[in-house]
């Protein structure tokens, strides 16, 4: 699947980091923000770091929702549910949403080294509950640091998706492996993003410890080498 891809919380690190990924690879992205002149703002410099051949533009969230099939979301986990909630009567019918949340402690004032103990059991499974019938929802660059994604050089490390539809699964693997370096891993279905949240703040915790900002995961011993 090749569409717009709209990244909704783009102008932080991990969203336009994506942005710009996604951008060299040639696809057609739209920086989301809550504010559309932040998003322009934010779209022009990343526009301006991918190449002269970029496709960026920057619209508020609802906006961007609305010009796209292809839907991510990167915001915190504390503003995850009331965003989705707003974003909904704009999200075509049949739209994907791949899910980066992450439920840290720190997005309510913990530690980001844990993770918040939801019912649905992730963040991904929250906006699975919270997005229109029909739209589909996939777990994906959780475990993927901003700080690599904001480089210049290939990544090396999977992303794990999770989804319930095959459709959403392959939808989010096409998009992760458009970044250079990056496998896309099928992790099973969208109830085992609580484990890729609980990966993210284990990385934060190997990043502390060994002074670093790009740790990340690869899954050895699979049929497909890694890129
Ligand atoms: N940073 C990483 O390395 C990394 C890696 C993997 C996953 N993640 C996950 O990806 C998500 C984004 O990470 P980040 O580090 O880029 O976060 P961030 O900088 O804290 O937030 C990203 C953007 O979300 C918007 N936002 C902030 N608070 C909001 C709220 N209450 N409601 C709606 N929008 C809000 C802001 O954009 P506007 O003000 O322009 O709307 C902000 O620039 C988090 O859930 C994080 O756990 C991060």
Redesign the pocket.
Known sequence: MSARVAI??????????LALRLARAGEDVIV????AA??RQ?AASIAQRAGSAARVTGME?SAACAAADLLV????????A??LKELVPHMRPGSLLID?????AA?VGGKPTRTLDLWQGS?AQQAAELVPAGVQVAAA???????A?QGDSPLDCDVIVCADEKRARQAASQLAEKIPGVRAVDGGRLENSRILEQI?ALLIGINIRYKVHGAGIRITGLPLPPP
């Open positions: 909704l919380g783009a102008t932080g690190p991990a969203g336009s980091g989301g923000s809550r504010d932040r998003a934010a969230n979301l990167t915001v915190p986990f504390a503003g995850q009331a965003l980066a949340t992450v439920a840290l997005s963040a660059f959780h475990n993927i640091s901003a700080d994604l993210t």
